[in-house]
């Protein structure tokens, strides 16, 4: 199993581009997270999914969209890129309903917006 | 004031010392995490409670839910256990949503 997988890795954007981070899981898990990472800050909550075909937001949802066509992909969108979104990007998936409830985190994608 | 609060924020041992971090929280929880961050930027989860003390290898993890208040120990520490380490909660209003620290760096010199 591949677990949590992301595309890109590393990108580089120019003010006002837009584009889109893929996340992957083969966990049959329900639940799905994007969360940006900053210096001197935790882990944020930007949209998250709770099964397929839905999206809700999160604690910093603006300036970017969601969506969950498959269950087991939840796609992050960004349609005019701010110098404010540069972060690392994480995905995560968790089987919400068992017992333990671990989520499971993607390797990370570092976004510059220049 | 942050929901999570950790310290301290950075942390520099000695191989073999004890180590402690501590994770203080403002809101009722069902559950409380301890994560990793490697250097390279992956996270794994180590712990979930929800009350009393967990254990595995070198890590120990306990929780006072009267005093809103968790601790991750290493014993014996190592190098290789350098890292950032992260608390989360899971608010009692919040269904499977985190809330997080901002973390924990941890190294340990030879």
């Known amino acids: 199993n591949a677990g949590v997988t992301q595309t890109p890795k590393f990108r580089v954007l120019k003010t006002g581009q837009s584009m889109t981070l893929l996340c992957a899981q083969d966990?049959?898990?329900?639940?799905m997270y994007w969360y940006r990472q900053d210096p001197g800050m935790g882990l944020r909550l930007i949209h998250y999914?709770?099964?397929?075909?839905?999206?809700a937001k999160g604690e910093v949802p603006d300036g970017y969209n969601v969506s969950r066509l498959k269950k087991q992909n939840f796609l992050l969108g960004l349609e005019s890129a701010a110098p404010s979104q540069t972060s690392v990007y994480f995905c995560?998936?968790?089987?919400?309903?068992?017992?333990?409830?671990?989520?499971?985190f993607g390797p990370g994608t570092r976004l510059t917006v220049l | 004031k942050n929901e999570v609060e950790q310290s301290p924020q950075n942390l520099t041992a000695q191989e073999g010392e004890f180590i402690t971090i501590n994770c203080s929280y403002s809101v009722g929880i069902s559950a409380l995490h301890w994560l990793q961050q490697h250097p390279g930027g992956g996270i794994v989860s180590l712990f979930m409670l929800s009350s009393g003390k967990k254990k595995h290898g070198r890590l120990i993890a306990t929780i006072n839910i009267q005093e809103k208040h968790s601790s991750l120990h290493i014993t014996a520490s190592h190098p290789r256990d350098s890292a950032v380490y992260i608390c989360a909660v899971r608010s009692e209003t919040s269904g499977s949503r985190l809330t997080f620290g901002e973390g924990t760096q941890l190294t340990v010199n030879p």
């Open positions: 999914s709770v099964g397929e075909g839905t999206t």
């Open positions: 966990m049959n898990h329900e639940y």
């Open positions: 995560a998936s968790t089987d919400y309903l068992s017992s333990y409830n671990e989520q499971f």
